[in-house]
């Protein structure tokens, strides 16, 4: 069977994972969000200038 250390090892690096793929996510719709952000911005001055 398994030791409690073992479990209580296995528990935390299951956690740290979760928490590392939740980041990762809010990363990259952060990014996605930021890079539409300064599409419109781009678009706005472009149409400025004609």
């Known amino acids: ?3 409690r250390r073992g479990q209580s090892v296995l528990e ?3 956690l740290i ?3 590392c ?3 990762l ?3 990259v719709y952060s990014k ?3 890079r539409a ?3 419109i ?3 706005r001055l472009n149409e400025a200038d004609k």
């Open 17 to 19: 994972s979760v928490i």
């Open 41 to 43: 911005v781009q678009d």
């Open 25 to 27: 996510t809010m990363f």
């Open 1 to 3: 069977m398994f030791t």
């Open 32 to 34: 996605n969000a930021v």
């Open 37 to 39: 952000r300064l599409l």
């Open 12 to 14: 935390y690096a299951l």
């Open 21 to 23: 793929a939740v980041f």
